[in-house]
Structure formats: C-alpha cells, structure tokens
C-alpha cells in the first residue's frame, strides 16, 4: 500500500490543522484490513507514535501527550485517514508521517512527511 500525507502548514500556538493520508496501491486486500497510525518526528528527536486507528476505526490510541486534543478517523470507503489537530502546541511542531500495517504486524507502510509548525 502506497500512503499520501497532506494538510501541513503554519499555524499559530492555539489553532487547528487537520492532515489527511490517502492510501492506494493494488495489495489485493481491502484498505479497512489495515490498522493506521500517525506519528511525528521532531528535529534532533526520534520518530514518536501520535495516534492509531484500527481497520473498521472501532478502536483508537492516542500518545499521552495529545490526548484530548487530537483526534484520529478514519472513511474506508475513500482509503483516507485523518488527523484532526486542535489546540495546537509549539512542541507539536514536527514532520507528520502516516503509516499502515497488516493485522498485528509492525507498521510496513510509511508515507512521505507532512511538515506542521507551530508558532508561539
């Protein structure tokens, strides 16, 4: 599976982003078989986990530190994820990266990087 991220930008400490990942690619299994996490990267930090989503979206996780403030979703009938970011922080700012895995696997599948900068 191929992923897309997008819907990075600027944004002041405060407001809301939301980033969308498509996903394509002809795997020959159904996009809702695959679990779906964002995470971020920060620089001179190591890649940490944001959010994931299970294949039919029943279940989420969130990192603790944006619990209450980001939400993750999910519309399998268009291969799309989403990140809906509110109350955004200066310590979000980071490259946002999207990610599939099979069933419980580890995560096999990253998108490219989608930057979010928050100013304070």
């Known amino acids: 599976v191929q992923l897309q991220a997008s819907g990075g930008g600027l944004v002041q400490a405060g407001g809301s982003l939301r980033l969308s990942c498509a996903a394509s690619?002809?795997?020959?299994?159904?996009?809702?078989?695959?679990?779906m996490g964002w995470f971020r990267q920060a620089p001179g930090k190591e890649r940490e986990f944001v959010a994931a989503?299970?294949?039919?979206?029943?279940?989420?996780s969130y990192a603790g530190s944006v619990k209450g403030r980001f939400t993750i979703s999910r519309d399998n009938a268009r291969n799309m994820v989403y990140l809906q970011m509110n109350s955004l922080k200066p310590e979000d700012t980071a490259v946002y990266y999207c990610?599939?895995?099979?069933?419980?696997?580890?995560?096999?599948?990253w998108g490219q990087g989608t930057q979010v900068t928050v100013s304070s």
């Open positions: 990610a599939a895995r099979y069933g419980s696997s580890e995560y096999g599948a």
């Open positions: 690619g002809r795997t020959g299994r159904t996009f809702s078989s695959y679990g």
């Open positions: 989503i299970s294949g039919s979206g029943g279940r989420t």
